[in-house]
């Protein structure tokens, strides 16, 4: 068969996945208000895309201080944790897994999102970047905001967060999810602390780069220790450039963080490796320097065709594919690989952050 590795079992530290597509973490905005609670919909949508074998749900607040956008779901309420319970239920019955991505976003937010200052390593604004938020000035679509300037965060604000991601991966397990995804990618709060032009703290959590992976790493420990290792995954982005995120040193920081996280014997790590218009192709030195450095999965996502995930599989260089867009428009993308079927591309633009409607979001056509 032309995709064998695609469709191979995959044991991710004792999750039985039926095959190595993973559907990357996509934003959606349907959450229910007031209160950012899953609903029905969000249940409908993610059982149509259980034809991978694992999923990992949009980025998920772990507080309220933590909220960037309109309309994104949380984990820090028993609402929330009931309206994820419906997702999770659908999923498993459909023979998936599902973890939940875990989400502060730090200075990437702004008090018309949550009423509160965004909070962030250094008291750093991020330039060119915005947020949205439904205002009705926009006819139905969401309108875009410039975040605002953050509070720098005392040991205490630290501590707090710790805290947050520990009580959302509880909360999580406690909604049926198979484990967490820890969001360290794409300018949110954690990549903050990783670089050194967001972060220019003077003291344990800023510098060197052993005390910019501090706070990933306490996050990383306190969340294995309080679920369970083997159901804590990691999301590094370390290509991007976007939300203002541009270090020189973020490839070494994220091959030393890759270091401890192995020593914490974390289920796996997620790399990000492009988004929209921000595609590099990922030098394979990188790839062979991590496969040596972590012990456990390793997934890669961004703009691959199934070609090139096979590839990566079959080179060993990766143990599971994560494909976005592929699953937002084809909630039967394994199916349409097998038989080499057309694709479903996004409708309308407008559809994919929002509104709360099924459209966009639930009627993508499965194969005839
Ligand atoms: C609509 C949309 C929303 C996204 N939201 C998230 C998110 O919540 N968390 C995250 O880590 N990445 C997010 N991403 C990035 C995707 O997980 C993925 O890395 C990216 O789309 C590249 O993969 P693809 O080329 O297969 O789509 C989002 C991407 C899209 C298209």
Redesign the pocket.
């Known amino acids: 068969m032309k995709y064998q590795k695609l469709f191979e079992h995959y044991n991710l530290s004792g999750n039985q996945i039926k095959n190595r597509f993973l559907m990357?973490?996509?934003?959606r905005s349907r959450a229910s208000q007031p209160g950012d609670i899953p609903n029905v919909l969000m249940a409908e949508y993610y059982a149509q895309r259980s034809t991978a074998g694992i999923i990992i749900t949009?980025?998920t607040q772990v507080s309220l201080q933590g909220k960037g956008y309109a309309k994104t779901p949380g984990i820090y309420t028993q609402g929330q944790i009931e309206g994820w319970k419906l997702i999770t239920k659908a999923v498993h019955e459909n023979g998936s897994k599902i973890f939940l991505?875990l989400w502060h976003v730090g200075r990437v937010s702004s008090s018309k999102v949550n009423g509160l200052q965004p909070i962030g390593p250094s008291a750093i604004t991020a330039q060119n970047t915005s947020v949205y938020i439904f205002d009705g000035s926009s006819d139905g679509d969401a309108t875009f905001v410039p975040v605002e300037e953050p509070r720098e965060m005392n040991k205490a604000d630290i501590e707090i967060v710790i805290n947050e991601f520990t009580e959302g991966a509880k909360n999580a397990i406690a909604a049926g999810f198979d484990g967490v995804e820890i969001?360290g990618?794409?300018g949110y709060l954690i990549d903050q602390f990783l670089r050194s032009n967001s972060n220019v703290r003077t003291d344990e959590y800023g510098g060197r780069k052993e005390n910019r992976i501090r706070l990933l790493i306490e996050i990383s420990r306190a969340v294995a220790n309080t679920i369970g290792k083997e159901k804590t995954g990691i999301?590094l982005s370390p290509f991007i450039s976007f939300k203002d995120m541009n270090d020189p040193e973020i490839l070494e920081t994220i091959m030393l963080a890759a270091e401890q996280l192995n020593k914490l014997d974390v289920a796996y790590i997620h790399l990000?490796e492009?988004?929209w218009d921000d595609a590099p192709q990922i030098p394979s030195d990188f790839r062979f320097k991590l496969r040596d450095t972590f012990k456990n999965t390793i997934i890669a996502?961004?703009?691959?065709t199934a070609e090139e995930a096979e590839k990566l599989l079959q080179e060993d260089l990766v143990d599971l594919t994560?494909?976005?867009?592929?699953f937002?428009t084809n909630p039967d993308y394994p199916a349409r690989v097998k038989h080499n079927s057309i694709l479903n591309e996004i409708s309308d633009s407008h559809t994919?952050f929002g509104g709360g409607t099924a459209i966009g979001y639930t009627d993508y056509p499965f194969m005839k």
């Open positions: 990357a973490p996509m934003t949009e980025a991505q969001h990618a794409n999301r990000c492009a988004d996502t961004g703009n691959k994560g494909f976005g867009r592929h937002l994919l």
